[in-house]
Nanobody, 127 residues
Framework: QVQLVESGGGSAQAGGSLRLSCRAS????????MAWFRQAPEKEREVVAT?????????YYADSVQGRFTISQDNAKNTLYLRMASLKPEDTAMYYC???????????????????WGQGTQVTVSS
């Protein structure tokens, strides 16, 4: 089992920045890919960014965040990050960290492809 705990959410003004963190513990050697998802009220959960450290560090970004968000990881700290810049009100959502314990899959990976989930951290962007 893997446990994921997010932190770093909060409120920001449009154009501002936030950094989310996700600390992993447990059987982390089983993880092939990690991702950030978000879900706004009355909307479906959507992938924001994905990174596969055991796949050459391949990354994916949703079109809506490309160029503004950066996914990264610190292996020494077992921590995944999401740096969010040039925030927009439409970025307001609950953000979730997720881990995948299988190799391969259809790219971009979807929520059903991830076995492990954090509890989420709220991001609110005001105009």
């Amino acid at each position: 089992q893997v446990q994921l705990v997010e932190s770093g959410g909060g409120s920001a003004q449009a154009g501002g920045s936030l950094r989310l963190s996700c600390r992993a513990s447990g059987y982390i050697d089983s993880i092939y890919c990690m991702a950030w998802f978000r879900q706004a009220p009355e909307k479906e959960r959507e992938v924001v960014a994905t990174i596969c450290p055991r796949g050459g560090g391949t990354t994916y970004y949703a079109d809506s965040v490309q160029g503004r968000f950066t996914i990264s990881q610190d292996n020494a700290k077992n921590t995944l990050y999401l740096r969010m810049a040039s925030l927009k009100p439409e970025d307001t959502a609950m953000y979730y960290c997720a881990g995948r314990n299988q190799f391969g899959g259809t790219w971009p990976l979807a929520s059903a492809d991830f076995a492990y989930w954090g509890q989420g951290t709220q991001v609110t962007v005001s105009s």
